[in-house]
């Protein structure tokens, strides 16, 4: 299977993302994350980011930012969007409803239907972070146990 995961700027919650799906998904998957926006291409994930993985065991180090390009959509399976302004942007792009149906909220893996979002943590402290990092932890989990 391959999973994108895709957040604004792609270095605080997608790399995260990224991260935690890649330390677990079953052997074979590939993982990938992008940014609806271009402003951090080629940038590593923030610092906060790359600490809070550290704290919980995972390297992110090697991630870059890219933005989200529709071939995304042959080269994925699933398409995993942070909040619903991402979910609006990616499904935009959609060339055609096969397309639209891969981009899922992430959330909806463990709140199905409930479309929470998952907060942009960049102007925020260390602690959003952390509380990022729980909540896509829980619903990658979620995720793995309907799809491995």
């Known amino acids: 299977m391959n999973v994108l995961m895709v957040c604004l700027g792609n270095i605080c919650r997608s790399p995260l993302a990224h991260g935690i799906l890649e330390s677990k998904a079953p052997e074979g998957w590939y993982i990938d994350s992008a940014g609806t ?59 055609d409803e096969a397309s639209k149906a891969k981009v899922r909220l992430i959330m909806n893996e463990a709140y199905p239907g409930e479309n929470r979002q998952v907060p942009d943590p960049y102007t925020g402290g260390q602690r959003g972070f952390e509380d990022v990092y729980d909540m896509l932890d829980l619903a990658i989990k979620k995720f793995l146990e309907q799809h491995s």
């Open 37 to 95: 926006s271009g402003w951090h291409e080629g940038e590593r994930p923030d610092t906060r980011s790359i600490v809070t993985a550290k704290g919980r065991g995972l390297n992110i180090d090697q991630q870059r930012s890219r933005p989200f390009l529709v071939e995304d959509f042959e080269r994925f399976d699933v398409i995993f969007a942070m909040d619903s302004s991402n979910y609006t942007n990616i499904t935009r792009l959609a060339p």
